[in-house]
């Protein structure tokens, strides 16, 4: 089966993925691990929410946690925009193939839009956020893993191929994927910004949202987070590496936060910007794709994941799902 084409003229402009929104137990807790271990800059703590964002960022948050009593859960995962006519677009897009969409009033953005992808992931478009000083210059305030900027979320769900068709029509190019061949596609990576990923789709139960990821400055910086965190009490939170990724090439290290939600680290990757590169495949079956050296994960790595709130979880069949993407959107 061919790989889907590069859509230059999308329904609408998506620009990156910006921000994540997550629930959880002990908002005390979280701060501490988010400002002082991965080394965000706190702009505002409510009664019942922490708005994070990355040491060079000046947007007001990229990463929202709100206090619940439930279990831990994924809110939305936030993708940015260009313009506020990119939302309208979005909006009759999403509401023509009758995913429940909906506008949203959320505090410290801009004119927001909350939808529901074909796959059950909750996704929040918006095009503006306040802007606060970004804190790339103040060194005394950088602390831990010094997170600079939100990279990437991890996805899981069963429905990968459909996933990849639908995202490629919103305009995401791939630019790697792990397959043994076309047809047994395990994981795509797929970018607007300009480097290899904004939104990654893994194989397995889902919708869940596996992993987000900030940039950290120097390598240097992974082993400053897991000396932070050992000394704070959340060393056996330090879950994978550092490492090296086999795509992406990044060197990495994954923490699971006092909620259990999983953080990575990096050291960031190269530019994807010109139309003839093609996408590129790797094998499952070369040890060198996960493992180039180091330890391999541990199990829970590829098993554990956040559900979305609100989104039932559905088993990921071991077969491919013979489904064309217009049945699939005709029958949800
Ligand atoms: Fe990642």
New binding site residues.
């Given amino acids: 089966m061919p790989l889907p084409s590069i859509v230059l003229d999308p329904p609408f402009n998506i620009t990156r993925a910006s921000h994540i929104a997550l629930t959880v137990a002990d908002l005390g807790a979280s701060r501490v691990f988010y400002e002082e271990v991965i080394g965000l800059v706190l702009t505002l703590a409510t009664e019942d929410a922490l708005y994070f964002r990355g040491v060079e960022e000046a947007c007001h948050h990229s990463l929202v946690l709100r206090k619940s009593g439930s279990a831990p859960r994924c809110q939305q995962i936030g993708l940015r925009v260009l313009t506020d006519e990119d939302l309208i677009k979005a909006h009759a897009f999403f509401q023509q193939r009758g995913c429940p969409v909906q506008w949203a009033e959320v505090a410290h953005q801009g004119k927001t839009l909350h939808v529901v992808d074909p796959f059950g992931m909750q996704l929040e478009f918006c095009s503006r956020m306040p802007v606060q000083p970004r804190q790339i210059t103040s060194f005394q305030r950088h602390k831990g893993g010094c997170g600079l900027r939100m990279?990437?979320?991890?996805l899981l769900t069963p429905h990968l191929r459909l996933a990849l068709e639908f995202y490629m029509s919103l305009g995401f190019w791939l630019t790697e994927y792990v397959a043994p061949d076309d047809d047994h596609i395990r994981a795509v990576f797929l970018q607007r910004k300009g480097n290899p990923?904004d939104l990654?789709f893994f194989h397995g139960d889902g919708p869940r949202m596996?992993?987000?990821?900030f940039v950290a400055p120097e390598t240097q910086h992974l082993l400053r987070a897991c000396d932070t965190a050992g000394e704070l009490g959340f060393g056996a939170k330090v879950e994978r590496g550092p490492g090296r990724?086999g795509p992406?090439h990044?060197q990495?290290v994954?923490f699971r936060d006092p909620d259990g939600h999983r953080i990575?680290l990096?050291n960031t990757h190269y530019q994807v910007m010109d139309l003839e590169n093609e996408p590129v495949r790797w094998d499952p079956n070369d040890p060198a794709v996960a493992y180039p050296w180091g330890m391999p994960a541990r199990s829970r790595w590829f098993e554990q994941a956040t559900p979305f709130e609100g989104s039932e979880v559905t088993a990921a069949s071991p077969k491919p799902n013979p489904m064309t993407l217009e049945r699939f959107l005709r029958e949800d």
Avoid at 151 to 154: M, N, P, T
Avoid at 210 to 213: C, D, E, G, K, L
């Fill in positions: 990279d990437h979320i991890q990923h990654v596996h992993h987000f990821a990724h992406g990044a990495f994954y990575e990096f």
